[in-house]
């Protein structure tokens, strides 16, 4: 039987919203780098955008489609499920890109609903610069009766057994006690949960947590020092799952596998882990030869 109080508006997929224009400093990126301890140099001094800084010109439209789509008294269930980045070029300083969202499609599973927006990035002249994949996930019942409508995100699931293998570099990371309280005002993202143990504790949380793009932005330096000579021009692909809460504090391990090459292009599976749990899972990062 179909519960009506939980059911998606169809018709607003696919509709873009209003573009929204961000002006590139390098001051920003370099202080991006710096609240994501990204030992980068160029990333560092803010001559190129680090990989997941592309989140931040997007940031103001990344979630927008999704209240035209998903039931309004649901999204205090939703969390950030998946990020994907398709890169095109890197972002430089002095530049202004343009961005705008849609939600292309939702799944119904036994435990939720996944609800997937894409989000566009070019600069002032129309140039693609990047395209983001970013899913959602509202907890709880099956928001959508099982149901399926429009399109998901590209898959990158860690290929089977190959945890079984040797991985070709492993990366220790700390993440500082001060880490959320600086990534917060670099990335434009001051969700209270980040920032304030009571607000954190309310939300049924043990305390504050890190936010899951900064632990993505920890794989990323990690992959580009150890399989892609610190070039983020090489980077075109890099996408996760968010597995597990990460704390201040807390001491992880990216691990790093080579999957194989094809057309200029090696791809590369990774996932961060703290100790035994998997905090980043089904890494993947496309790298130009």
């Known amino acids: 039987?179909?519960?009506?109080?939980?059911?998606?508006?169809?018709?607003?997929?696919?509709?873009?919203?209003?573009?929204?224009?961000?002006?590139?400093t390098g001051d920003r990126m370099g202080e991006y780098a710096a609240a994501t301890n990204d030992p980068i140099d160029?990333?560092?001094?803010?001559?190129?955008?680090?990989?997941?800084?592309?989140?931040?010109?997007v940031f103001e439209r990344m979630i927008e489609p999704a209240v035209d789509v998903v039931p309004l008294h649901i999204f205090g269930r939703g969390v950030h499920g998946e990020q994907d980045f398709h890169f095109h070029r890197p972002i430089r300083?002095?530049?202004?890109?343009?961005?705008?969202?849609?939600?292309?499609?939702?799944?119904?599973?036994?435990?939720?609903?996944?609800?997937v927006v894409q989000v566009e990035c070019r600069g002032a002249d129309g140039e693609l610069v990047n395209e983001q994949?970013?899913?959602?996930?509202?907890?709880?019942?099956?928001?959508?009766?099982?149901?399926?409508?429009?399109?998901?995100?590209?898959?990158?699931?860690?290929?089977?057994?190959?945890r079984d293998s040797e991985p070709v570099a492993k990366v220790a990371q700390h993440i500082d006690d001060d880490q959320t309280?600086?990534?917060?005002?670099?990335?434009?993202?001051?969700?209270?949960?980040?920032?304030?143990?009571?607000?954190?504790?309310d939300a049924g949380l043990p305390g504050i947590i890190a936010h899951g793009l900064c632990t993505m932005a920890f794989a990323s330096w990690a992959v580009l020092?150890?399989?892609?000579?610190?070039?983020?021009?090489?980077l075109r692909r890099l996408a996760v799952r968010f597995s597990k809460m990460v704390f201040?504090?807390?001491?992880?391990?990216?691990?790093?596998?080579?999957?194989?090459?094809?057309?200029?292009i090696t791809t590369y599976a990774f996932?961060?882990?703290?100790?035994?749990?998997?905090?980043?899972?089904?890494?993947?990062?496309?790298?130009a030869d």
């Open 181 to 201: 309280f600086r990534y917060a005002p670099a990335s434009g993202d001051p969700v209270p949960i980040h920032l304030d143990e009571q607000s954190a504790k």
């Open 225 to 234: 020092t150890e399989v892609g000579d610190s070039e983020v021009a090489r």
């Open 93 to 115: 300083p002095g530049e202004t890109l343009v961005s705008r969202a849609k939600m292309i499609g939702y799944e119904g599973l036994d435990n939720g609903t996944r609800a």
């Open 271 to 287: 996932e961060t882990v703290r100790g035994t749990d998997v905090v980043l899972g089904d890494g993947l990062a496309d790298i």
């Open 133 to 162: 994949y970013v899913t959602m996930f509202f907890r709880g019942e099956d928001a959508s009766n099982g149901r399926k409508a429009g399109e998901l995100s590209p898959p990158h699931r860690l290929p089977e057994g190959i």
């Open 42 to 57: 160029a990333h560092r001094r803010g001559d190129v955008g680090a990989p997941v800084f592309a989140i931040v010109p």
């Open 1 to 24: 039987m179909v519960n009506t109080e939980l059911v998606f508006a169809d018709e607003n997929l696919g509709t873009w919203t209003e573009e929204d224009r961000f002006e590139v």
């Open 248 to 264: 201040p504090g807390d001491d992880l391990e990216t691990r790093i596998w080579k999957v194989g090459s094809r057309n200029g």
